[in-house]
């Protein structure tokens, strides 16, 4: 009877513990999401004055001036389309490569996989002046096309290595299969590997959709053009050199982050799974 | 099968059918390019721009990239693709400036200055321009002349907030003149529970502005330059004297709590709402002040003077400046155009609306009470990149991180000027 007392008083402090400490961790997470919002509700004035989470007068006008005077309808599909074409190619380069990496053997492979992984460990910000030379030399500056394939370039390592790690597991009986109903290589790739690979693809999307759509000192660097622009440069509008308009920075910075927190929603099981699954370990 | 081939090809054209649609339309106009990271100013920039054209029919597109230090690296990538904008800045030390004047990046301005009996040259504050300004004989081996306009100045002085003043007991029109003023009122407001100075002195630079002042103002210009040289050690009396100024502020209550720890923007922050008494910045407060506590009342006044031997000197000259392209085929437009920029009727339109100081000395009438104060000190300005010489980097976080050191009391005025002359001789014997 102490025994079963013991069991239980041990498995509901060890839950109760487990509770407060995840609890405590998802605060930390949410606290500058509710602090943002709070903020881009407030003026510029009361932001320094009313430390509360929930603003006296809410102003939801900010949200509308920050949109204008940003310019975020232009910037908004340039980010969407950034997005969009530089996940499709990163999927598309990555997880042939990987496949490749996984299925065949050829001369140097494991070289060239590994030369892939060392590109990991370089840091983006020192490989932006040779882009820069590079991109101007082949008249690809200032162009959508130039950004989408560096930013393809920045995106391909870690997903290779993400896709490789699931394709080594894959059994290769379900591909015995698909070539005796007569697929070729590409057609294992399209009809067997890809479908089998959906929980790491949406990692790979979630991942690589939050690093484009986050990123801006490359556009910045590359672009002269401001209808060329992505949207977080948007939000440097209201960053100036000694003063932040930090109610608008904060509106802006909710209308940001919005449709990456509906992808992560969205992708959510799948992420789970494809990490559960050993995307990331191997 | 046909279904992948499919989808590749549709991804193909709408890629190349956004790309090129997304690429940027050339125009004909005549238009000269300008690359900025002022956020602050990219309005005034813009209404400048358009008067312009009305003006001359000359497109000025100004183009703004923020933050500065994404500014710094877009400018840099340029320099090396040889794609530099008709005019733009450089937001770095001399050092950095003469390599891009060696490279052939930027355009000697001298004959322009020096044009019509060198009516641009006498328009602007000798002291900004000095900060463009490449001397004969200069360790960078920079043929001498100016290569950079100034388009604003700054100065950084004390500030005090004159409703506490009063609270204290004391006149809000008189601020303190002498360090041992300075040191009274600081007990007051160690008695009153107060907070005393803030200033952003997590970054260390405007621990070595404060100190800078009080060594200029204790033993004179020329033996700061002769420390650098290395003709007088760092463990002289008076550089411990400098660094004693630090432990008599701390004990006197004259300092904030966490200011070794405290960046500039919190210090604002703690300033405009009325929570320290003193604040230790640059003239750009006062539109800082402004947009966090438009009623904010305060004065400016100069560091009170530890010494009468020297005049007591502010950091302070050019605060934005601009080069021009020397490859650019529009560069003696760029020339034109930054004439008009720097000129009385534009200064003082950006002065107003930017609320910062204008480069040209006629155009102080439209600037706010506030801001003329600081211009008063403009004459005790000075500012390391018009010296001639420069502090090894070591040395100089060695001495202000030492002054951290002191108001935390972890260690004594001595034992910190020991420390840096040990510093100081390393570097020197690595040189050599």
Redesign the interface.
């Known amino acids: 009877m102490k025994s079963t007392l013991y069991y239980k008083a041990k498995k509901v402090t060890v839950n109760a513990l487990i509770h407060v400490l995840l609890i405590s961790v998802a605060i930390t997470c949410i606290f500058p999401l509710i602090w943002m919002i709070s903020s881009s509700l407030k003026t ?2 009361t932001i ?2 009313d430390t509360s989470l929930i603003p006296v007068k809410m102003h939801f006008e900010n949200y509308v001036q920050a949109w204008k005077e940003g310019g975020f309808g232009r910037y908004f599909l ?1 980010s969407i ?1 950034y997005t969009v ?1 530089v996940v ?2 990163i999927i ?1 380069v990555s997880s042939l490569a990987a496949y490749a990496f996984a299925r065949f053997k050829f001369p140097g492979s494991n070289l060239l996989f590994f030369m892939f992984m060392a590109a990991m460990m370089i840091p983006i ?1 020192g490989s ?2 040779p882009l ?2 590079l991109l ?1 030399k082949l008249h690809l ?5 130039g950004y ?1 394939l560096c930013m393809i370039n920045v995106g391909l390592s870690t997903s290779i290595f993400l896709l490789k790690t699931f394709f080594d597991k894959m059994p290769r009986e379900l591909e015995d299969a698909a070539r005796i109903d007569g697929c ?1 290589k ?2 294992i790739w ?1 009809h067997v590997a890809l479908p089998l690979a959906k929980p790491v693809l949406a990692v790979v999307v979630v991942f690589n959709a939050l690093a484009v759509w986050n990123e ?2 490359l556009a ?2 590359i672009f ?5 622009m992505p949207l977080q440069v948007a939000l ?10 930090y109610p608008l920075l904060m509106a802006g910075l909710t209308i940001t982050a919005l449709p990456i927190i509906i992808l992560y929603i969205l992708m959510q099981k799948y992420i789970v799974k494809g990490v559960t699954q050993g995307a990331l370990v191997e | 099968m046909r279904k992948i081939y499919a989808f590749g090809l549709t991804l193909c054209a709408t890629l190349v059918f956004f790309g090129c649609a997304l690429q940027s339309k050339a125009t004909d106009k005549p238009t000269i390019t300008i690359w900025h990271w002022m956020t602050d100013r990219e309005p005034a920039f813009t209404e400048l721009a358009r008067r312009y054209e009305a003006k001359t029919g000359i497109r000025v597109n100004f183009e703004l990239y923020a933050p500065s230090d994404a500014y710094s690296q877009k400018v840099r990538a340029a320099a090396q693709g040889a794609t530099l904008p008709d005019i733009f800045g450089i937001l770095a030390e001399k050092r950095d400036f003469s390599s891009f004047i060696k490279a052939g990046h930027v355009l000697d301005l001298t004959p322009h200055m020096d044009a019509d009996s060198g009516r641009w040259r006498n328009s602007l504050f000798a002291k900004a321009l000095a900060v463009n300004e490449f001397n004969p004989g200069n360790k960078y081996g920079i043929e001498p002349g100016v290569y950079g306009v100034p388009i604003d100045v700054m100065a950084i002085q004390m500030l005090y907030n004159k409703g506490l003043f009063k609270k204290l007991g004391l006149d809000p029109e008189k601020p303190p003149l002498t360090f041992q003023e300075f040191v009274e009122i600081g007990k007051k407001i160690k008695a009153q529970n107060m907070q005393g100075m803030v200033s952003g002195w997590a970054e260390v630079w405007m621990i070595d502005c404060f100190a800078n002042n009080y060594a200029f103002n204790i033993m004179g210009k020329d033996k700061v330059i002769d420390t650098i040289k290395g003709k007088i050690p760092y463990t002289d009396p008076d550089w411990v004297k400098v660094l004693g100024l630090f432990k008599e502020m701390q004990e006197a209550g004259l300092l904030a709590t966490g200011v070794v720890t405290m960046v500039n923007k919190t210090a604002e922050q703690l300033f405009a709402n009325g929570k320290a008494v003193f604040a230790f910045n640059g003239s750009w407060c006062v539109n800082v002040y402004k947009g966090m506590n438009p009623g904010l009342k305060y004065g400016v006044m100069m560091p009170p003077r530890a010494s009468d031997k020297y005049p007591m000197v502010i950091w302070g000259g050019a605060g934005s400046s601009f080069m021009v392209n020397a490859r650019s085929k529009n560069k003696e437009e760029a020339v034109r155009f930054l004439q008009w920029l720097t000129d009385k009727e534009q200064q003082a339109y950006l002065a107003e609306t930017t609320n910062n100081l204008p480069a040209n000395k006629e155009s102080l009438s439209k600037v706010s009470e506030i801001l003329n104060e600081f211009v008063r000190n403009m004459d005790n300005t000075t500012h390391p990149n018009v010296w001639g010489v420069s502090e090894f980097p070591a040395v100089i976080e060695a001495f202000d991180k030492g002054i951290q050191s002191i108001i935390i009391k972890e260690k004594t005025p001595e034992q910190i000027a020991a420390e840096v002359q040990k510093i100081k001789a390393r570097e020197q014997a690595k040189k050599r």
Do not use: C, H
């Open positions: 510029q004035e320094f004055s340039n389309f074409s499709i190619g598309l910000p932006f002046v820069y030379v101007t500056r200032n162009t959508a096309i989408i070729s590409l057609g399209w801006y000192v910045l660097i002269d053009s401001k209808g060329l440097m509008t209201f960053q100036g050199e000694f003063i932040t308009r």
